[in-house]
């Protein structure tokens, strides 16, 4: 996606391949950052504070996470050290899973010292691999938005950051509406703010005016409002990962608006890359770990002050207490359909997808 005319993926490699170079999206949207990662240390601060997030941009942080640690030291024990710590930087989202095991079943067949080289090649592979299936999701993603669409804007309705920051490029959820912005058809977006930390207003909305589509941020609280005036068409969100069944298990708040969607007969849809299906897991709401954050991002809130400072304040009663659950599951029988860089599945059909055994 282009930044201020210029051309930028959320993470890339130094040719060198002694580091790598990440956006700072903890500084969004009031600064571009760019952070140079040299060790796997770093990598897991990087992940564990959302310096880097989105699920797909999570399980290429931890190739190159793997790759850096490598760098350090190719010994199995290293190599067993790395996938561990970056296992519990952040247990939700599966394609960092995903992404650590593949990077180890790679290099443990190798030799020490043929395994640099390995680490950094399989890295940007898995890198490429998230461009190419999220390129497909938008295509597939307008033919929703296409079925739809009667020659006035197209409402729709995302939760969180389902976009070019959450991915290598494009994104997930917003990659269909890029390629109906691009296509040429009228579309609007009406973005959740998302709180606790805000991915809506801060990066998703930040994203739209870089890509110059129409949208405007609303509170979380005002998607069913103005799905029952009509003015949501559909609901487009991404996830951190999907059951076998068609759950989906996307940033806190979402249940709600899959609730309200379903209640106003909307269609709500997914749209996610395959390796954020966990075949292992069926029942989402019993099976999928949900990671608890620090209350301190319900307590405070970042922005930018008058004099050009960004800033934190505190925006609750010292004495409160907070419980802040970073996602929560919506059920398949909510869902209208999954869109994959397979195409789109309704949670029946999604076993179509399921690797062979």
């Known amino acids: ?125 898995i890198a490429e691999e998230d461009v190419t299936q999220n390129q497909a999701i938008g295509q597939f993603g307008l033919q929703c938005i296409q079925a739809l669409y009667q020659q006035k804007p197209i409402q729709i309705l995302t939760h969180c950051n389902a976009g070019w920051l959450a991915t290598v490029d494009y994104g997930t959820a917003l990659a269909p509406i890029y390629a109906a912005h691009e296509a040429g058809l009228s579309v609007h977006v009406w973005v959740d703010e998302t709180r606790p930390r805000n991915q809506g207003a801060s990066l998703t909305a930040w994203e739209l005016a870089q890509h110059g589509v129409p949208h405007t941020v609303i509170t979380d609280n005002a998607g069913g409002h103005l799905m029952q005036r009509g003015q949501v068409d559909m ?64 307590g405070y809130m970042q922005g930018l002050t008058s004099q050009g400072y960004i800033e934190k304040v505190r925006v609750m009663p010292l004495e409160s207490k907070a419980h802040n659950p970073a996602f929560d599951v919506t059920p398949a029988r909510l869902v209208t359909g999954i869109i994959t860089e397979q195409g789109v599945f309704t949670p029946d059909t999604l076993v179509k997808l399921a690797p062979v055994a």
């Not at 997030?53 to 010994?75: C, H, K, M, Q, W």
């Not at 069944?245 to 309200?260: E, F, M, Q, S």
């Open 1 to 125: 996606m282009n930044v201020n005319q210029q051309h930028y993926r959320t993470i890339w490699a130094d040719p060198q391949q002694q580091f790598v170079e990440i956006i700072n999206q903890t500084r969004l949207p009031f600064a571009f950052e760019v952070l140079s990662i040299r060790t796997l240390a770093e990598m897991v601060v990087a992940i564990n504070t959302m310096q880097v997030r989105g699920a797909p941009l999570i399980g290429v942080s931890a190739a190159y996470g793997i790759a850096l640690a490598i760098n350090e030291s190719a010994t199995d024990i290293s190599l067993s050290r790395a996938v561990n710590a970056l296992l519990q930087s952040r247990p939700t989202a599966v394609n960092l899973a995903w992404a650590a095991a593949r990077m180890q079943q790679r290099l443990q067949t190798l030799t020490e010292s043929g395994r640099r080289q390995a680490a950094w090649e399989e890295a940007a592979k």
């Open 235 to 298: 609901v487009l969100v991404g996830a951190d990962r999907v059951t076998g069944r068609g759950d989906v298990c996307n940033k806190i708040g979402t249940y709600l608006k899959a609730l309200a969607a379903h209640d106003q007969h909307i269609p709500f849809y997914a749209a996610v890359p395959s390796p954020t299906i966990d075949w292992q897991m069926h029942d989402g709401v019993l099976e999928i770990e949900i990671e608890e954050r620090h209350e301190d991002e319900v």
